[in-house]
């Protein structure tokens, strides 16, 4: 199983990224995935999730109607948009795949003032 994140970077406050995290190694169809972030000194969080079809999405209270989860099933693709980024979304953002424990390596997203 590999999962693998890009599309992290600096960006001012009030920018977009989009992060995706390409799946192999098993049916991602199947699969609800899951972003979390980690920032300096914090623990892990749960960002969002996505059901395996792709039609049910849940997010954490501080990036509700910021951030979009999204999937791919033909590329084995997830992705998060994020807009209107603060800096306090600075972390390194990892994509999950639940039950299976399985972590991508991260990618950092860092947002300046």
């Known amino acids: 199983v590999q999962l693998v994140e890009s599309g992290g970077g600096l960006v001012q406050t009030g920018g977009s990224l989009r992060l995706s995290c390409a799946a192999s190694g098993f049916i991602f169809s199947l699969w609800t995935m899951n972003w979390y972030r980690q920032a300096p000194g914090k623990e892990r969080e749960l960002v969002a999730d996505?059901?395996?079809?792709?039609?049910?999405?849940n997010y954490a209270d501080s990036v509700k109607g910021r951030f979009t989860i999204s999937r791919d099933n033909a590329k084995n693709t997830v992705y998060l948009q994020m807009n209107s980024l603060k800096p306090e979304d600075t972390a390194v953002y990892y994509c999950?795949?639940?039950?299976?424990?399985?972590w991508g390596q991260g990618t950092q997203v860092t947002v300046s003032t």
């Open positions: 999950f795949r639940p039950w299976r424990n399985n």
């Open positions: 996505i059901s395996s079809d792709g039609t049910s999405t």
